[in-house]
């Protein structure tokens, strides 16, 4: 799965995940996406907020990588 719309994408292989995760690239633009995906049931373990450095996504309730 890739969710995408124009001028907005996850980043990811032909599956849409990178190493079994969804990559969240930039926040002024997949915030939207990644409700969307939350509310489709992906789990925040899945979803990767990449916009954050390493460190800083080990404080967030989403998957460091």
Do not use: H
């Not at 990178?18 to 992906?42: F, H, P, Y």
Request: net charge neutral; proline share 3%.
């Amino acid at each position: 799965m890739i969710a995408a719309r124009a001028g907005r994408s996850m980043v990811g292989d032909a599956n849409g995940c990178r190493n079994g995760k969804i990559w969240g690239e930039a926040d002024n633009t997949d915030q939207e996406i990644v409700r969307q995906l939350l509310d489709a049931g992906i789990p925040r373990e899945s979803i990767v907020l990449a916009f954050y450095s390493p460190q800083k996504r080990a404080y967030n309730e989403f998957a460091v990588a």
